[in-house]
């Protein structure tokens, strides 16, 4: 049987960087998730590493803030 692969230290540091440009940029959550079509709370655990989201969800995120999705992981 195949084992769920989790790579919590990537999340978190993806969810950090997420947090960085949001702030960058001046942006509040509950702007940029209704934007991204996703519930702000949704946004939240994915900034704290709580869940491993959807890559269409990382997508959205990305066009909500107006940035390239790689700028998600260019510190990472």
């Given at each position: ?5 989790r790579?919590?230290e ?6 950090k960087r ?7 940029k ?6 940029v ?9 949704q946004?939240s ?5 709580v869940i491993?989201?959807?890559?269409s969800h990382l997508?959205?995120?990305?066009k ?6 790689s700028?998600?992981?260019?510190k990472?």
């Amino acid at each position: 049987m195949a084992k769920y692969l989790r790579d919590k230290e990537g999340i978190v540091a993806f969810g950090k960087r997420v947090r960085d440009i949001l702030l960058k940029k001046q942006l509040t959550q509950e702007d940029v998730a209704w934007e991204a079509g996703i519930e702000p709370m949704q946004l939240s655990r994915i900034e704290r590493g709580v869940i491993n989201t959807r890559i269409s969800h990382l997508l959205a995120i990305a066009k909500a803030m107006q940035v390239h999705p790689s700028e998600f992981f260019s510190k990472i």
